[in-house]
């Protein structure tokens, strides 16, 4: 990528977030990630050029030497800063703007100070590809995976109920959404594959913002943007149907729509699975199994007749689950100690730096994580490390999991794909077909330090909006699709194995 020679022609929209608008290259495997602010600000930019770039610096930072370090680098892409031209980011800020949502639109592209956050483009990543067909990339975003298990937990239901779950009731009532979504985290992250089918299976039927599937590229199905209705499941199977009725030369072009669906979620099942390298021992839930299911999952314990085993140690689901962990005291066991933390710095406001409150993030931050006393000894350090391990739990609590797919042939044996990518063959001689992939964590930004009492709010708001909406989720209390599915396929998923 030559910087003097950047046109905006070769760049198209790729989506964004609330903080960063992110775009593509037309050909190559990468993207740009540049800052956003609100639109009243258009005039007047909010920060200086060097107020940006250190503000990009710290994600590459906080990535590559934090959460790259506690998630395993082989799944983690950190990209490095660059300066682009003025006149590039003007003129890509007028090409990209009439594909933004209507929505999104409160905010601004930063066109002053040029700085950007270079990536590899995830969802077309560069694997070995024989027979050149566009890559399958699945985009999910899991949320937490275990219940609270603090003692500074003042509401028993949220030791019975995960976040997520309950939290759909409140976006519900606050209009984000018009119905609640029977996807459930702990089902993912339990390595229980009946579980984790089913999990898949919900977020497929109510994807929400927690799944976007990628072709080539592109967006083939999703949420778009807050519009429920845009999703369609037979446009899906559409283009799925080619990766799975040729797998080792299998002809299958009667293969039904439910089995074409099975087949799918159990190939990026056990690429969620799959173990990084190492030995790959299975790593079980450190508060027992009963503390695994969530009471509003739809998921019959009884189908669980194995019981939850949990994910592979080296696994990306048993990675981001242990980061999440790091919040071992719940936001309301937290919130003091950030008061204390707080205290501290309105009475000292230079020692914001000496805490690392706002970077820089490197060895020393991740020192103060590790070395953080077990019990509170009324100290500023123990307070400062707490703070920071919340953090970065929640950072992993809001990252995305990438699944990338190419179809396999037995014959090739090279294993090529982006540096330090996690990437694995899996042949299988029968259903279904054989798949290289790879699979990587993105959206990893540090949480800032003064969104804490924000946070406090939102659990508040949100545990009280399951109790008022009666503390419970009633099996066929949520509409279905009118798709090719009946309510029988919905709620029973059937794994057939075959003999080889």
Not at 50 to 68: G, K, L, P, T, Y
Request: glycine letters at 6%.
């Amino acid at each position: 990528m030559e910087l003097d020679k950047m046109d905006e022609n070769e760049w198209r929209y790729h989506g964004e977030g609330n903080k960063s608008l992110v775009v593509s290259h037309v050909q190559l495997s990468i993207v740009l990630r540049l800052l956003k602010y609100p639109a009243e600000d258009s005039e007047n930019p909010p920060q200086t050029v060097e107020q940006a770039f250190r503000q990009v610096q710290n994600i590459v930072d906080f990535s590559s030497n934090v959460m790259s370090c506690l998630l395993g680098e082989k799944f983690v892409h950190s990209g490095e800063v660059v300066k682009l031209p003025l006149e590039f980011v003007r003129q890509l800020s007028i090409k990209v703007q009439h594909e933004r949502p209507a929505w999104r639109c409160d905010k601004v592209m930063d066109i002053y100070s040029g700085c950007a956050l270079c990536l590899p483009n995830l969802t077309s990543p560069t694997l070995h590809q024989p027979t050149h067909t566009p890559t399958l990339c699945i985009e999910i975003k899991p949320k937490c995976g275990f219940l609270p298990y603090s003692k500074h937990v003042s509401q028993d239901i949220k030791t019975k109920v995960c976040r997520f779950c309950m939290h759909q009731h409140y976006k519900v009532a606050m209009g984000t959404w018009k119905r609640r979504s029977r996807y459930c985290p702990l089902d993912l992250f339990s390595g229980n594959r009946q579980r984790m089918h089913f999990a898949i299976r919900q977020l497929i039927d109510e994807p929400q913002n927690n799944l976007k599937i990628f072709k080539g590229g592109r967006c083939i199905f999703s949420s778009l943007d807050g519009i429920e209705d845009s999703m369609d499941l037979n446009s899906l199977l559409h283009h799925l149907r080619p990766y799975f009725q040729y797998g080792n030369n299998r002809i299958n072009s009667h293969m039904t729509s439910k089995a074409l669906l099975t087949d799918f979620i159990q190939v990026v099942v056990n690429a969620l699975l799959s173990a990084g390298g190492g030995d790959g021992g299975v790593g079980t839930d450190r508060r027992g199994e009963a503390r695994s299911f969530c009471e509003a999952s739809l998921f019959n314990k009884e189908r669980s007749r194995h019981g939850s085993q949990g994910s592979p140690s080296d696994s990306v689901l048993y990675r981001v689950r242990q980061t999440q962990m790091l919040d071992t005291l719940d936001i309301e066991g937290l919130y003091p100690l950030y008061r204390r933390v707080e205290q501290h710095l309105q009475d000292f406001p230079k020692e914001r730096t000496r805490l690392q409150m706002d970077g820089p993030y490197n060895e020393a931050f991740l020192e103060k994580l590790h070395k953080c006393p077990s019990e509170d000894d009324g100290s500023l350090e123990y307070a400062v490390s707490k703070v920071h391990q919340y953090r970065v739990a929640m950072t992993a609590k809001d990252s995305q999991i990438m699944v990338a797919l190419v179809p396999s042939c037995e014959e090739e044996e090279d294993d090529e794909g982006l540096p330090g990518q996690r990437q694995h063959r899996d042949f299988l001689s029968s259903r279904p077909p054989a798949f290289s992939y790879s699979v990587s964590i993105l959206d990893l930004d540090p949480k800032p330090f003064d969104n804490i009492p924000r946070q406090l709010r939102l659990d508040q708001n949100i545990v009280s909006c399951y109790l008022r909406s009666s503390c419970a989720l009633p099996k066929g209390a949520l509409p279905s699709h009118s798709g090719i599915f009946t309510a029988a396929e919905r709620e029973d998923c059937t794994l057939l194995f075959h003999p080889v």
